[in-house]
């Protein structure tokens, strides 16, 4: 009885160390660059900088799914807007604990992204 306790324990202790393994290969966004973190109604940072040429990664921490398009909520009202020189997003869908990127940005300039669900949901990118 007590090799077969052994034998399951030490299987046991394999399994969660392959999954330990499996789940942590690939799965730090904390690196990369560009990265703007969503909670369940709002972007944790609400603007962002970058450099002309790069991309923004857009990452979902919750189980609240998020739309993103281009506009800007403005008192209390949604307003879709495509601004020239910004990538082009209409109805982005980034699912719960999801991730989308938007870019290249190819322009300099000050451009608006927003989530039409979550009223006042704003990010504004400053593109240098």
């Known amino acids: ?11 046991c202790a394999v399994l969660t160390l392959i999954l330990v393994a499996c789940g942590a290969v690939g799965s730090d966004t904390s690196s ?3 990265q703007v973190h969503m909670n369940a109604a709002n972007f ?32 209390g009202t949604a307003k879709s807007e495509a601004e020239p020189g910004a990538p082009q997003v ?8 999801g991730q989308g990127a ?16 979550h009223s006042g949901m704003n990010l504004t990118v400053v593109v240098q």
């Open 44 to 75: 944790v940072q609400p603007s962002i900088s970058i450099k002309k040429g790069e991309r923004i990664t857009l990452i979902d921490d919750t189980l609240v799914s998020h739309t993103i398009a281009n506009g800007t909520w403005e008192n």
């Open 102 to 117: 938007i870019g290249p940005f190819t322009t300099a300039g000050t451009f608006h992204f927003y989530c039409p669900i």
């Open 90 to 97: 209409k109805d982005m869908q980034i699912n719960s604990f």
């Open 32 to 34: 990369a660059p560009n």
């Open 1 to 11: 009885m007590s090799k077969k306790l052994f034998a399951i324990l030490g299987l």
